[in-house]
């Protein structure tokens, strides 16, 4: 028993001390890492594919004021699968490595954004318009 | 509540964790705080065997049927002042089954809460993040977002103006 | 060795009209109709002629359908490589089945699950009472019905609490749970004690039912499941998602290309090494010896780090969705994964070699605990637990899934029957996970990692599939349904078969014991639970209220 205890003992010594220097020094998450998300609003365009996939249902689509659609992301239920950076069409939501999440208000951890939605004239359905200003600039400065 | 954890916890704290409900991973996560590689002990935090004995409750997972009234006792249970972590996307929220019917939901329905860690399962660098934000050690670093696309006319007026950040 | 075939025909020969179908659904699986009246004289002639191995019991509501609920028992031929499902069509107005719990023991929480999520009244049944819902949950509402909306919360009636056991003359009863410091998870133990020795116990588990299997069932779809699947547990959670995605795709015939069962491969065995080295570390924390934890857990996070790496999180790698697998494993990172490994498997050698000797721990795990063969057999438990009384089932070998028919490696067996053998069981385990890993990476070819998947999955197949989890055998059976989603799903993880054995192995043990023997289980209360599960007494550990201690 005592060549064991020994043995035992070698061991922790041979292993030294492994501390990592967190929270003095920064420990970021290796590349391709699911953390908290993040979305582009500019390429948005409100087609809520994400809220179809999402398994936790945290992503909530609302419809207000002719034509605003908002979009809330809830982040206490997110589990951070990244089901909706898969299936954005746009690239809009991404993943980033944010992994220091910790507040003492649930307010704090929700992303809402705002687009506005035209609808279509000839089959009704919602689609998002161009900025005018991008307009413009193809179509120049004219009425 | 700042000012209290600053004046009374400044050494350390020691925790007792409970599982409500939840799928291990949390509670995993916990123990794996405490192993050589973050070592949580050179904080001076301590997981005690009793309630009594503790300053924090650190609860994982959504709180059942079964576990709500057990959950009510144990936090009367530990003596004042005391701090309550929510560890996980289900302590926070209610997680994928916020709904589900053998369900209460999140910790904060049952029980007042303090701090939340959300994460499926948080990192254990995000819980020591997380015990070192409510010591006021460092700050938070999350906070709402809201974004509205502009340059649209806007038709009636919003009744929510959430404060904006970022 | 017995085909399909010859099962179809002996039972049919034997039982003539009373077998209403009987057909290969999915290849190597039988479903087998039978009349309600032969369900006993079929279930008699299979234990005593062919001797299945028994899985588990499960109920569908049929009731929109053609008025009835079908009661199915599923049952293994291990060394042929066949399941058998023989299927119980009950009215719906009166429903009510024989028991089979007295001739198979390890039948006993499954029918009472049954009765309890669905109201099949079990005739017969030696212990009928409430085994899953909450202690607070009304009688007559039964949650698995499909008119019961799955997020309706009824009111509460708390005089439906569960009776336990009264304790026999002469003993004391001691209330484990639970809240306990050594248990992860809420469950509760009542023992009956005489002195130091344990006379007998009860259970009331369940305290992590969260109504899984009816949320899948009401609201989410095929690929939205595989995430909440990987959520019954924190630690072998990459098995169920694999073992419910199989079951979907042999019930509808995808294909799931080669690489992509190869990355299945890796990362169930990755997993099986880091809750090895968990359960050494809680096993030894559980005894009192605080640097075995430390040092196997040391070991055991490079895993965890690989891991978050190849799949983007350290636990819940969210990797499986239905048809393949959704990220690569790229050549780039091979070299780490087997730099990794191997400095895993030195150091775990180095652990083995310093810890077998060590008759400190000889004299804590060795004859403690005993579980014989012969109460192994008829409560049907699995896993690293059976192995260890001298049982070699595995499901790697007997139902081979993902890559291993194509892959060489040994099953861990010991005759010991004790604590110390079930250690040894699953530290072979952690060296042959670590071979199994390079075999794979050597032989994994290149192509694509997601297979075809039709637009719409048909509806109305069926199909099981067995996994080995770290602690024992998973079983998963699918049925598809309508709208691209499955009508039902139902799970069994292996701790359910495992626990029931703890009555049998503790008694004549002392109180001191209790926690490493049930650690031996390597038990996991939240896969026991997804369905609810109703723990016995009360029982905030600490603090006992007036009432409480009157009431005893």
Partial sequence: MFISKLKQVL?????????????????????????????????????????????????????????????????????????????????????????????????????????????????????KPEHPLDKMMITGFRE | MFSILEKCFKKSIWVYHTNASACNGCDIEIINALTPFYDAERFGIKLVGSPRHADALLVTGAVSRQVCPRLKTLYESVPDPKVVFAIGSCATGGGIWFDSYNMVGGVDKVIPVNFYIPGCPPRPEAILFGVAVALGLVDKKVAAEYLKEKGFPELIKQEQQTTVNE | ???????????????????????????????????????????????????????????????????????????????????????????????????????????????????????????????????????????????????????????????????????????????????????????????????????????????????????????????????????????????????????????????????????????????????????????????????????????????????????????????????????????GIHDEIIRVIEKIERETKEVIDAVVGDTSLHLRLKDVGILTEEVARSICTVGPTVRGSGIGIDSRVDHPYAAYELIDFEVAVETGCDIWARTLVRLKETIEAIKIVKQCLLEMPDGPIMGEVMEEIPSGREAICCVEAPRGEAIHYVQTGEDNRPYRWKVRAPTYANLQCVPYIIKGERIADVPIIVGSLDPCYSCTERMAIVDVKTGAEKVYTKEEIIKG
Wanted: aromatic share 10%; with cysteine; net charge neutral.
């Fill in chain 1, 11 to 127: 061991i922790c010594l041979k292993a030294g001390r492994v501390t990592l220097p967190y929270p003095y020094e920064p420990s970021p998450p290796p590349e391709g890492f699911r953390g908290k998300l993040k979305v582009d609003i500019d390429k948005c365009i409100g087609c809520a594919g994400c809220a179809n996939v999402c398994p936790s249902g945290a992503i909530e689509v609302t419809d207000f004021d002719k034509g605003w659609r908002r979009i809330q992301f809830h982040l206490t239920r997110c589990i951070s699968c990244g089901r909706c950076e898969e299936v954005c069409p746009e690239e809009a939501v991404k993943l980033t490595d944010e992994f220091e999440l910790s507040t003492n208000t649930k307010e704090d951890l929700a992303v809402t954004i705002e687009v506005y939605m035209d609808t279509c004239q000839r089959c009704a359905r919602c689609f």
């Fill in chain 3, 1 to 331: 060795m017995l085909t399909t075939r010859e099962i179809i025909e002996t039972l049919k020969t034997k039982f003539n009209k009373q077998i209403l179908k009987a057909e290969e659904k999915v290849s190597d699986q039988v479903f087998v109709r039978v009349v309600p009246d032969a369900l006993i004289p079929v279930i008699c002639f299979l234990n005593k002629t062919l001797s299945p191995r028994f899985l588990i019991n499960s109920a569908t509501d049929m009731v929109r359908q053609d008025g009835k609920y079908i009661v199915s028992y599923i049952f293994s031929f291990d060394s042929e490589k066949i399941f058998l499902c023989i299927q119980v069509a009950v009215d719906a107005a009166e429903p009510g089945i024989d028991s089979i719990t007295p001739i198979i023991a390890g039948a006993n929480w499954s029918e009472r699950e049954t009765r309890d999520l669905l109201g099949i009244n079990l005739r017969n049944h030696p212990d009928p009472r409430r085994l899953v819902l909450a202690d607070d949950w009304p009688e007559g509402v039964y949650p698995l019905r499909k008119d019961f909306p799955y997020d309706y919360k009824p009111p509460s009636e708390p005089q439906n609490k569960v009776p336990l056991k009264k304790p026999p003359e002469g003993t004391k009863v001691i209330p484990i749970g639970p809240f306990y410091p050594v248990l992860e998870e809420p469950a509760y133990f009542k023992l009956f004690v005489d002195g130091e020795t344990i006379v007998d116990c009860d259970y009331r588990g369940f305290y992590s039912h969260r109504g899984i299997e009816k949320i899948a069932e009401s609201k989410l779809t095929y690929n939205q499941i595989c995430f909440i699947a990987e959520r019954i547990c924190g630690i072998c959670g990459f098995i169920h998602s694999t073992c419910y995605c199989e079951a979907v795709e042999r019930a509808a015939g995808i294909e799931v290309p080669l690489r992509a069962r190869y990355i299945r491969t890796i990362m169930l065995e990755l997993e099986r090494i880091h809750s090895h080295l968990l359960w050494l570390g809680i096993a030894a924390h559980i005894i009192g010896f605080d640097t075995l934890l430390m040092q196997s857990w040391r070991i055991r996070e490079p895993v965890m780090w690989l891991c978050e790496k190849i799949s983007g999180n350290r636990k819940t790698y969210g990797m499986n969705l239905i048809g393949g697998v959704r990220r690569d494993i790229p050549s």
